[in-house]
């Protein structure tokens, strides 16, 4: 069966600080993934998607990039975190892109800028 | 362009007395709408799906929605509320740009579940 893994589960890093969410996909091949992030008191915001290695859209412009160096990982990063960027950040993955396809999301990274 | 409102921010009910989330969405297509169920500190879990075949939808943990399009809702049911079902729940309609798998969340409602 599929498994979503995303580490750490929480961070605090101050203003000013790098960066670098992990998350990793097992039991599916070319899965497309996303990373959300979710604030408090309001729903989920898709950050970014990928169909495959190297392939990143992004749909917010923001202090993030993602990378997807293999197949089955994609990575969440800032080279200088504000505080607006605290908040739960939760990767998901589906077979395809189709936009009737099932999302499945890991555990979530909960991110406190001080 | 699709569009999600959950009605209520927060709905609290009493153990085995019957759950009601209201969901509306505005779509200009047939949407695909999902529930998704997050516990505290937790990733979301999908509940239900659906995606144009039957109206009355059946998910896990004795979760139902129906769709009603004359109505443009996707209400969530449970007949009997169970302590483990406290957590926040988001409604959730396909974004049909292009071919992407692109989701819109609503804002949740926080169901709490009172002994």
């Known amino acids: 069966s599929q498994t979503i893994h995303q580490w750490p589960a929480t961070l605090v890093q101050p203003v000013g600080s790098p960066l670098s969410l992990e998350c990793t996909v097992e039991?599916?091949?070319?899965?497309?993934l996303y990373w959300y992030r979710q604030a408090a008191g309001r729903g989920l915001q898709l950050l970014f998607y990928?169909?495959?290695?190297?392939?990143i859209s992004s749909e917010v412009p923001q202090n993030l990039s993602a990378s997807r160096p293999q197949d089955r990982q994609f990575i969440l990063s800032s080279k200088k975190l504000l505080l607006s960027d605290s908040g739960f950040y939760l990767c998901?993955?589906?077979?395809?892109?189709?936009?009737?396809?099932?999302?499945?999301f890991g555990p979530g990274t909960r991110l406190t800028v001080l | 362009a699709q569009s999600v409102t959950q009605l209520d921010s927060h709905v609290s009910v009493s153990e085995g007395t019957p759950v009601l989330l209201r969901c509306n969405y505005s779509?200009?297509?047939?949407?695909?709408l999902f529930w998704y169920v997050q516990h505290p500190n937790k990733g979301l879990q999908l509940l239900l799906k659906?995606?144009?075949?039957?109206?009355l939808v059946k998910g896990i943990n004795g979760f139902e929605a129906e769709f009603k399009k004359s109505e443009t809702s996707f209400h969530l049911t449970k007949p009997s509320a169970h302590m483990s079902d406290a957590a926040e729940y988001f409604c959730?309609?396909?974004?049909?740009?292009?071919?992407?798998?692109?989701?819109?969340f609503g804002k949740g409602t926080k169901l709490s579940v009172k002994p």
């Open positions: 998901a993955w589906s077979v395809t892109p189709a936009s009737t396809d099932t999302q499945y």
């Open positions: 039991g599916t091949s070319n899965p497309n």
């Open positions: 990928s169909v495959g290695i190297g392939q």
């Open positions: 779509s200009s297509y047939s949407p695909s």
């Open positions: 659906y995606t144009s075949a039957a109206t």
């Open positions: 959730v309609v396909s974004d049909l740009r292009g071919s992407q798998g692109n989701l819109i």
